[in-house]
Nanobody, 121 residues
């Protein structure tokens, strides 16, 4: 009923910038928060950045000072601006949303299918 679709991943060189987008669609009554997590091979999934409905943000240590998160025009679409990318940023990036699909339905956590970001020279 709720889908999160990511776009914008790819192959870049160290020091480059990249912007990822995530669009939520379907039966959406309210969004408490949307954000990004990433998972590199052999590592656990980790927080990158989260944007709450009220506008507050929270960043993982690796993202602080280099990444920003914001809405892209509508409340149902966000983007992650990644600057000064490093090889250690190579991972699959997943969009995450805490979303209510109806007035009498509790919040559920949704995930996108992931988009690959590779930073390599």
């Amino acid at each position: 009923q709720v889908q999160l679709v990511e776009s914008g991943g790819g192959l870049v060189q160290p020091g480059d910038s990249l912007r990822l987008f995530c669009a939520a669609s379907g039966s959406i009554f309210g969004i408490r928060a949307m954000g990004w997590y990433r998972q590199a091979p052999g590592k656990q999934r980790e927080l990158v950045a989260v944007l709450s409905d009220g506008g507050s943000t929270n960043f993982g240590d690796s993202a602080k000072g280099r990444f920003t998160i914001a809405r892209d025009g509508t409340k149902n679409t966000i983007y992650l601006q990644m600057n000064n990318l490093k090889p250690d940023d190579t991972a699959v990036y997943y969009c995450n949303g805490v979303i209510r699909s109806g007035p009498t339905v509790g919040e559920l956590e949704y995930w996108g299918q992931g988009t690959q970001v590779t930073v390599s020279s």
